[in-house]
């Protein structure tokens, strides 16, 4: 939910933003994590890690956009602006990798970076428990970062509901889609890994949040269908030995369902979060300073599993109060206002292939 401006909305633009699948897991895992990021808007990310991994995401996009592959032109001057040239190699043998062992497949039909737009709320879903889908104008920034513009109607032609945003729509792009694969529609995400026990296994593909929104729009296209099949294509950042590997599962629509329902209650939770999180007036650094209003993972006896994952949540010496709020914020602010700027990504370096289906056009 990165909010919007409060004046009148646009059509189609949802009051309250949109909600993404990293979202709606950083507030799962904790509404504290989430609201420091999300309500009060103090960065952390790491821009250099995000290069890496658009790179990547770029030359699959490249070859798997060519029926029959093919490696001519999937590295275009400038692929790698601002990869140090270790990584750069990684990827080419990432790459290399993927196409050689079968887990990048360029094939008729394949749609890339399809967009998911879900509406949420309890009175948007169809009869199966599933939600609406709805139809969107994306855009494509100067990062090579695409986003949602502004919702059109639902999927099928119908206005939008009454109601629609009344919490923020789930958003997302499906890096590879094939609604008609043999057996089932299948749903492909790539995902870089530092290492292997971060990735996940078949039984927790099969309960991920982010690739079972996503079958939930394979559903949505494909009423027929009961299964999706799910695919990670994995990565991992070993510069001695980039491993390739892919991890697949089979969902029902039952199991979909039972997350979506999952989604609708921490959604309910984020919107309560953003209205009613006592905001501070006064100095920018301060504007996290009613943190402990928000339940926090620490508090609900989770800290192992969310406070020390991924190397430890940066908000942790507040939680913990060994630092004042602000002084922390201040801090990151400090370092995001430092950070180097993401080199912009030329059009030849990351295009847009949408085929058929959709008339999503940037
Ligand atoms: S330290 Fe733990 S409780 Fe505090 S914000 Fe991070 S994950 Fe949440």
């Known amino acids: 939910m990165p909010f919007q401006a409060k004046s009148a909305p646009q059509t189609g633009v949802s009051r309250h933003g949109h909600v993404s699948a990293s979202q709606v897991k950083t507030a799962q895992m904790c509404l504290r994590k989430w609201a420091f990021e999300k309500v009060w808007m103090v960065r952390t990310i790491q821009q250099y890690h995000l290069l890496l991994g658009q790179a990547l995401h770029g030359v699959g996009e490249r070859y798997l956009a060519k029926?029959?592959?093919?490696?001519?032109?999937?590295?275009?001057?400038?692929?790698?602006?601002?990869?140090?040239?270790?990584?750069?190699?990684?990827?080419?043998?990432?790459?290399?990798?993927?196409?050689?062992?079968?887990?990048?497949?360029?094939?008729?039909?394949?749609?890339?970076?399809?967009?998911?737009?879900?509406?949420?709320?309890?009175?948007?879903?169809?009869?199966r428990g599933l939600p609406l889908l709805a139809r969107a104008v994306t855009y494509t920034n100067d990062l090579g970062i695409r986003g949602i513009l502004r919702l059109t109607h639902q999927e099928g032609g119908a206005p939008l509901p009454v109601g629609w945003d009344d919490l923020a729509p789930f958003i997302g792009f499906i890096d590879v889609f094939d609604l008609w694969a043999r057996e089932m529609p299948l749903v492909e995400d790539h995902k870089t890994s530092k290492n292997r026990r971060y990735t996940l296994t078949a039984e927790e593909l099969a309960l991920d949040t982010q690739m079972l929104c996503y079958a939930a729009v394979a559903l949505g296209l494909r009423p027929d269908a009961d299964f999706v099949r799910l695919k990670h294509n994995v990565f991992l950042k070993?510069?001695?030995?980039?491993?390739?590997?892919?991890?697949?599962?089979?969902?029902?629509?039952?199991?979909?369902?039972?997350?979506?329902?999952?989604?609708?209650?921490?959604?309910?939770?984020?919107?309560?979060?953003y209205d009613h999180a006592p905001k501070i007036v006064g100095p920018v650094e301060h504007r996290a300073d009613n943190w402990h209003r928000v339940p926090g993972a620490m508090e609900e006896g989770r800290e192992e599993e969310a406070c020390n994952a991924y190397g430890k949540c940066p908000f942790k010496d507040v939680c913990k109060r060994r630092c004042p709020a602000h002084t922390l914020v201040a801090e990151l602010d400090r370092r995001a206002a430092a950070a180097k700027p993401v080199i912009p990504i030329a059009p030849v370096q990351r295009k847009t292939f949408h085929f058929n289906l959709t008339n999503h056009r940037n």
């Open 67 to 127: 029926v029959g592959g093919g490696w001519e032109g999937l590295f275009p001057r400038g692929w790698d602006a601002g990869l140090q040239p270790k990584d750069a190699k990684m990827v080419r043998t990432h790459a290399e990798r993927a196409v050689s062992q079968g887990v990048w497949q360029a094939r008729e039909g394949i749609i890339i970076e399809h967009p998911v737009t879900l509406l949420v709320g309890r009175r948007m879903l169809d009869h």
């Open 238 to 273: 070993n510069h001695e030995d980039p491993e390739v590997f892919e991890t697949t599962a089979v969902v029902t629509t039952q199991r979909v369902a039972q997350k979506w329902e999952e989604i609708l209650t921490i959604s309910e939770r984020m919107r309560t979060v």
